[in-house]
């Protein structure tokens, strides 16, 4: 998993909940890396995940709302750093039609061993009409993948009620995300 | 939010992850830059070599292209050279058959010389349309406009179709509308081409009723239309009308002959003109071909090089002439027509031997051709105007005749800088040969034709400042008064060029500046004033090469330049009028009646005899529609058309009632 995610983890955790925090987390899971990230580095996501759930039991928060939390920091984190995606996109459900065949296409030119999830969509007719989002990776962080759509759409200030599906095929995380406009 | 901890092991554990993460990204952007610059390198030596390779494929290509432009230079050269190689002998076939005709033959012998004629004469044809139109493809051709007597020029034209269609039994009309201008800046010869060509199709797709021409004017659109009421053109076939080597259908060219590269040449030839031609047909009803163009009317007549004074009746007899000529055919026909004549004439090969002659003899004519081996016709002349090659001082100006093959403005330019007097166009037209030969001495009386055996000193050659008037004297033979004349001329129809030009200029009327600056090059060469000529052909040239009009400098200076010319020219004392005419004959009424029947029954006898009658009768007083009536007859003579001679003849005579 690239860098930028971990340090952006450590940046969370150290305005949240003290610097000191990401010390101790990092005396109970003992990472490889020693926790030393940088951005623009590469590191097992496994040792995300050990953190995150480390995270939990010290601020006692279950694990979803966590992740759920960074997906929100990460997503105002991407308006900051990649602004030109957003404003080319210029409305959410451009934007989330845009992740696979524009965003990640971009990514992979500068990192082509980046792992990414899959976020492939369609505009329903029927029942109702509604945009469905479908994120399918072999991380489950869907969570933050929810994290991601709602503060995109803070970023382009409108508002979504949003439904969600969540199964596992083999060692794919799937996770349906409907979004009507409110 | 908890304050950061003040814990030294905290702080020290914190300062190592800090190290150890910058050294990390270090490291990866060393291995980036590494990366990138490798792709550099790849990507440079990538496009080096696509460089050659682009510069490899353009020479091929440009190689491609100049084998393909020689290949096509070749085939053009090709067919030039063998049209001439075709033409040559076929012209001789001609002479010799116009000289045969002129003999006494029974009918058969006569019936059978008219269809040979006829035969070489198509043959010809056809072979003037393939170097037509591959000289067209090749871009060739150029358009010389000059001012032609429109009304005129129609009628001659039409004669041959006339008797065409009279003998086809339908009826021929002409028509020029009154609002057309007597003088039009024309290229005649590719003039003469469309319409005959249109006039000789819809004589041939006619069998009953009528073909007539017709010239309009609607502002300064002419349109010339050919309508007849023949077999039509079906409307799948009216597409392809104007496409080379098509005729409408091939039955068609099985029925009526053809090469079917007539239409397709005329059509070329209407562009050229910046013009258009259409048709409108319906089958078994009739055509109507029209061509529209934009014509300039002329203001001014070009000066000519030899000035003609027909009406004086000087003996072409006696008169001995150096025929310069490598081509046996073509010495026989022009011997026999010269000595038929009275004339004594003697024969070279090629310019050296041309000089061979006049080192030994003194000649009252030279009678030029140009391609020659040995030495060609340009540079024999050059010898003899400077009195190399061992020439006698007597020979220095005699008068010298092109014979030219190529009658393009480059190569007449090319004669008179070189001294020579004139031009005749093979093949051979006899009565204007014989005009051009009586000119030539035509300007001088008796006594003049003897003194010109001694080496012409004229004391008293005026000097005019900025004119060589020695050099425009020896065009008109030295005749001083004339040439002064001609010179005056020349300033009077130029001193208000600028004034023109201005207006050109306003109008943005290129085509006009172009005419007039064409017309001064050619006249103030002929007068001697070289820088003139110089100046106009300069400026000529930029306005047709240059987008924008030129600055107006140069019209300035060449204003400057004539109106000088002007000045001099009238600090010489020239009181004298304009070298006085010889006298007209007085004859009776009875006289020119005799003369007139005389004419008609030499018309189908001897034709040189006629012709001589005519001259004659022409140098009598006569009044103006008689002049008029005449002058057809001559030109109908010219063409060898006997039928419209006789019915012109008749005319006079009923005139004298």
Not at chain 1, 14 to 22: A, C, K, L, P, T
Not at chain 1, 93 to 99: D, G, P, R, T, V
Not at chain 2, 221 to 241: K, Q, W
């Amino acid at each position: 998993m690239k860098g930028i995610v971990f340090t952006e983890f450590v940046s969370m955790v150290e305005s949240q909940f003290g610097e000191d925090m990401f010390d101790d987390i990092l005396d109970a899971v003992q990472p490889k890396s020693e926790g030393a990230y940088t951005a623009v580095g590469t590191y097992d996501h496994q040792e995300l995940v050990d953190m995150v759930v480390e995270l939990s039991k010290l601020c006692d928060t279950p694990v979803p709302a966590l992740v759920h939390a960074f997906g929100l920091h990460m997503g105002k984190v991407f308006s900051e750093k990649f602004t030109s995606f957003f404003i080319e996109a210029g409305s959410t459900i451009k934007f989330l039609e845009a992740i696979d065949n524009h965003i990640h296409v971009e990514v992979r030119k500068l990192y082509p061993d980046a792992e990414l999830p899959v976020f492939s969509f369609e505009h329903v007719e029927s029942p109702t009409e509604h945009f469905a989002l479908h994120y399918q990776s072999t991380r489950g962080f869907a969570d933050l993948a929810l994290g991601l759509i709602e503060s995109t759409s803070a970023y382009f200030g409108e508002t979504f009620n949003i439904d969600r599906e969540d199964w596992v095929e083999g060692d794919i995380h799937h996770a349906i995300f409907r979004l009507t406009s409110a | 939010m908890n304050h950061a901890s003040t814990d030294p092991a905290r702080l020290i554990r914190r300062l190592e992850r800090e190290r150890k993460a910058r050294q990390e990204a270090e490291r990866l952007l060393e291995d980036k830059s590494r990366e990138l610059f490798a792709k550099h390198m790849e990507l440079e030596a990538l496009s080096q070599s696509l460089e050659k390779l682009v510069a490899k494929r353009t020479i091929e290509m440009q190689q491609a292209r100049d084998e393909a432009l020689y290949a096509l230079q070749v085939k053009t050269d090709f067919i030039a050279n063998m049209s001439h190689e075709l033409r040559t002998p076929l012209n001789g076939v001609l002479g010799v058959m116009a000289l045969l005709s002129e003999q006494s033959l029974n009918e058969q012998q006569s019936e059978l010389v008219a269809v040979a004629e006829a035969s070489g004469k198509h043959l010809l044809g056809v072979i003037n349309d393939i170097l037509d139109f591959s000289k067209i493809e090749a871009n060739k051709i150029t358009l010389e406009f000059a001012a032609l007597n429109i009304r005129p020029y129609v009628k001659t034209l039409c004669a041959p179709f006339e008797l065409q269609a009279k003998q086809k039994g339908i009826a021929f009309e002409v028509h020029v509308d009154d609002r057309i201008p007597d003088f039009l800046m024309v290229d005649s010869l590719r003039l003469t081409q469309i319409i005959s060509n249109l006039l000789s199709n819809a004589l041939k797709f006619t069998d009953k009723g009528s073909v007539s021409l017709s010239f309009n004017a609607f502002e300064d659109v002419y349109r010339i239309s050919v309508s007849d009421t023949g077999i039509g053109i079906s409307e799948a076939n009216l597409e392809s009308i104007f496409a080379a080597f098509e005729q409408a259908d091939t039955s068609i060219t099985r029925e009526f002959g053809g090469t079917g590269l007539g239409m397709s040449i005329t059509k070329q030839l209407v562009s050229m003109f910046g013009g258009k031609i259409n048709v409108t047909s319906e089958l078994g009803k009739g055509s109507c071909f029209y061509v529209d163009l934009s014509l300039q009317t002329a203001d001014e007549i070009e000066l000519y090089t030899d000035t003609v004074d027909p009406s004086v009746d000087n003996p072409v007899d006696t008169l001995r002439i150096l025929l310069v000529e490598d081509n046996t055919i073509n010495q026989m026909v022009a011997t026999k027509l010269l000595e038929g004549w009275g004339c004594n004439v003697s024969l070279a090969e090629n310019g050296q031997l041309a000089l061979d002659h006049l080192s030994k003899d003194t000649f009252d004519i030279v009678l030029m051709d140009l391609q020659m081996p040995v030495m060609g016709g340009i540079q024999a002349t050059e010898f003899i105007r400077t009195g190399k090659g061992g020439v006698l001082s007597e020979n220095m100006d005699v008068p010298i005749i092109a014979m030219t093959a190529h009658s393009s403005q480059a190569h007449i330019d090319e004669c008179e800088q070189v001294g020579m007097n004139g031009h005749i166009s093979k093949p051979i037209d006899k009565a204007l040969l014989h005009q051009k030969i009586k000119s030539l001495i035509g300007n001088m009386s008796a006594a003049e034709q003897s003194s010109q055996h001694e080496t012409p000193i004229n004391n008293s050659v005026p000097e005019i400042k900025g004119v060589d008037v020695e050099s425009g004297l020896a065009r008109v033979n030295h005749d001083l008064e004339l040439y002064l004349s001609l010179l005056q001329r020349f300033c009077k129809d130029n001193g208000d060029f600028y004034t023109r030009y201005e207006v050109c200029v306003e109008q943005d009327n290129k085509k006009s500046a172009s005419m007039a600056l064409h017309l001064i090059k050619g006249s103030a060469a002929n007068v001697g004033i070289e820088k003139v000529s110089k100046l106009a052909a300069e400026l000529e040239t930029e306005l047709q090469t240059k987008q924008s009009w030129p600055t107006l400098n140069k019209a300035e200076r060449l204003q400057q330049l004539i109106e000088e010319v002007k000045h001099h020219l009238a600090l010489v004392d020239n009181n004298k009028d304009k070298a006085e005419k010889a006298p007209l004959r007085s004859v009776s009424d009875e006289q020119i009646l005799n003369y007139l029947q005389d004419i008609k029954m030499q018309l189908n006898q001897d034709f040189l005899n006629a012709e001589a009658g005519l001259q004659e009768l022409l140098t009598c007083k006569l009044s103006a529609p008689m002049q008029g009536i005449l002058e057809n007859v001559q030109q109908a003579m010219a063409r060898f058309d006997t039928l419209a001679a006789a019915n012109d003849i008749e005319q006079a005579l009923e005139l004298l009632g």
